[in-house]
């Protein structure tokens, strides 16, 4: 299966991690948003939308590069993120959303905490620090991997 992920990860490096061990386990090559345009997605069965969280969505580059995508119908994606405040079935909403109406079918998504140093956190030192942590990349290659036995099914 030809798979790709696509991600964002600025601050503390939390969602690269997480992208770099399902991209182990998938075998799939890794880009940013910046990095593809709409039409090379054509090339992928399979293709992860990730990021850290931001204001309750994913990064703003992640949602235009959906805005700007022709109708897959039936493609197959998965969406993950890392977030300070980790509620995935908020914080994935839009990003959700907007992937459906491209005619994606979704078949799962994740998502674990991250160190979150955003805004006012920075004043604190930022919460979930050492996260994503041993235990969090686990999840993340469980996750990949049920999704690449999903498949097969």
């Not at 905490?113 to 620090?129: E, S, Y």
């Amino acid at each position: 299966m030809n798979t790709l992920i696509i991600y964002v990860s600025i601050h503390h490096r939390n969602t690269e991690k997480v992208a770099k061990v399902m991209a182990k386990t998938l075998e799939a090559e890794l880009t940013k948003p910046w990095g593809i345009t709409p039409k090379e997605l054509l090339n992928y069965d399979l293709i992860g939308f990730g990021s850290g969280i931001y204001w309750w969505r994913h990064h703003w580059a992640l949602l235009k590069l959906v805005d700007n995508l022709t109708r897959m119908e039936g493609k197959k994606a998965f969406i993950f993120s890392t977030a300070g405040m980790n509620i995935p079935w908020y914080n994935h909403r839009q990003l959700r959303r907007k992937l459906k109406e491209k005619g994606f079918q979704i078949v799962g998504e994740f998502s674990c905490r991250g160190w979150d140093t955003n805004g006012w956190l920075a004043k604190i030192g930022g919460i979930n620090k050492g996260h994503p942590n041993e235990r969090d990349l686990e999840r993340a290659r469980r996750f990949a991997e049920e999704v690449k036995v999903g498949l097969k099914d």
